[in-house]
T-cell receptor
Framework: ELKVEQNPLFLSMQEEKNYTIYCNYSTTSDRLYWYRQDPGKSLESLFVLLSNGAVKQEGRLMASLDTKARLSTLHITAAVHDLSATYFCAVDYGGSNYKLTFGKGTLLTVNP | SQTIHQWPATLVQPVGSPLSLECTVEGTSNPNLYWYRQAAGRGLQLLFYSVGIGQISSEVPQNLSASRPQDRQFILSSKKLLLSDSGFYLC?????????????FGPGTRLTVT
């Protein structure tokens, strides 16, 4: 069974501190995607990671992929309030239907 | 550029009434199309997907159905809504073949069944 596990599922952060969200997946893949969802809104794409060792950064967010460990991390540097959202990782297992398998999401709240 | 539309944006329907949600994609041809449901505070549940006109696959048996009458149109329907059908319905698309299969999401339809 294809599984994608995110942890933590809930993360209460203090401003200006650093945090990491983990995304573990069950079967070999070298394509992983991170999405952000603001409350009441749809999902928007954050990062596309396509190979072992891939690292992408935008602003205070940095995502990386270790295909051997089947692990992706989303690192938040110096959290600010506007990063409060739910973050999903999704794994492309390469099926002919081109589906993605999503994690349950991490609800991230930044407190002053 | 590609865009994806969903309507209506919000809907309040009584239990037992029918449902029709529409999703259309512009700027691409032969997209793969997906319907997801998200209950309040929960993750995404894949309901249906389609890799071509008239080709529908169901992920979860329930009282919903989907159709794809045109290449870039995906419709989610129900003959009789249940309270448990309430949620945020998201349509998404991607392209097939080798390479990136990143999904792009529409703005969503928020359905409340009363």
């Amino acid at each position: 069974e294809l599984k994608v596990e995110q942890n933590p599922l809930f993360l209460s952060m203090q401003e200006e501190k650093n945090y990491t969200i983990y995304c573990n997946y069950s079967t070999t893949s070298d394509r992983l995607y991170w999405y952000r969802q603001d409350p009441g809104k749809s999902l928007e794409s954050l990062f596309v990671l396509l190979s072992n060792g891939a690292v992408k950064q935008e602003g205070r967010l940095m995502a990386s992929l270790d295909t051997k460990a089947r692990l992706s991390t989303l690192h938040i540097t110096a959290a600010v309030h506007d990063l409060s959202a739910t973050y999903f990782c999704a794994v492309d297992y390469g099926g002919s239907n081109y589906k993605l398998t999503f994690g349950k999401g991490t609800l991230l709240t930044v407190n002053p | 550029s590609q865009t994806i539309h969903q309507w209506p944006a919000t809907l309040v329907q009584p239990v037992g009434s029918p449902l029709s949600l529409e999703c259309t994609v512009e700027g691409t041809s032969n997209p793969n199309l997906y319907w997801y449901r998200q209950a309040a505070g929960r993750g995404l549940q894949l309901l249906f997907y389609s890799v071509g006109i008239g080709q529908i696959s169901s992920e979860v048996p329930q009282n919903l159905s989907a159709s794809r009458p045109q290449d870039r149109q995906f419709i989610l329907s129900s003959k009789k809504l249940l309270l448990s059908d309430s949620g945020f319905y998201l349509c998404a698309w991607n392209t097939g073949g080798p390479g990136i299969h990143e999904q792009y999401f529409g703005p969503g339809t928020r359905l409340t069944v009363t």
